[in-house]
């Protein structure tokens, strides 16, 4: 889960991206669902509320922080490798993100760790819910894996911002339950996680 330290008008569009992406769903459903909705939902909204406290007060400062604390130093690859901006911002993109792969990883093979990611996996369902459902403990652990992946990484607080947006939209993009046409899923699929994938 992300930190939340967007501006206001971005956290609106990603409410609107959320909200497009469940109604879309419920006229294209790609799955029957088998359950009801509100009690879900419910169980849902609740595990998201105590996810996006914790991201609030928790990881946010310490993205912030790590973020500042490679900056003033020039400490982290982009800061080492003196790229352009557009370099490293597609370079930055890249490696959050394939950081961002191996934290997923671990949390699926490190008992510890699953034991909270499995809260995620654990709906009954797949919609765009199931995106930001979490164990506020697999938050309070990815703050750990934040303030190491920005050291390391050292992005520009921009890059970060803009990662960060691209990487809530197609989470909750490929948690929908929304149906495309095959061949456009198909050729998405070279790219990026789709619903079907």
Not at 152 to 168: A, D, N, R, V
Request: aromatic residues 14%; charged residues 15%; proline residues 5%.
């Amino acid at each position: 889960m992300s930190a939340n330290i967007f501006p206001s008008d971005t956290v609106s569009a990603l409410i609107l991206v959320v909200g497009g992406l469940f109604l879309l769903a419920r006229v294209f459903p790609l799955r029957k669902m088998t359950r009801p909705l509100r009690p879900r939902l419910l169980v849902n909204g609740i595990l998201s509320l105590l996810t996006f406290m914790t991201s609030f007060f928790w990881v946010r400062p310490t993205c912030l922080m790590s973020l500042s604390w490679s900056a003033e130093n020039s400490f982290g690859i982009l800061n080492w490798l003196g790229l352009s901006s557009w370099g490293e911002l597609v370079g930055g993109l890249i490696l959050l993100d394939l950081s961002f792969f191996y934290w997923h990883m671990l949390s699926h093979k490190l008992g510890f760790i699953w034991r909270f990611h499995n809260v995620h996996h654990f709906d009954p369902e797949l919609d765009v819910s199931t995106g930001f459902r979490f164990h506020f403990g697999e938050i309070i652990l990815s703050a750990a894996f934040r303030l190491i992946q920005m050291m390391i990484i050292g992005p520009k607080l921009s890059t970060f911002l803009i990662f960060e947006l691209l990487f809530q939209i197609e989470t909750y993009f490929h948690h929908s339950n929304l149906k495309l046409p095959l061949r456009l899923e198909q050729t998405l699929n070279f790219l990026i996680v789709t619903p079907r994938m």
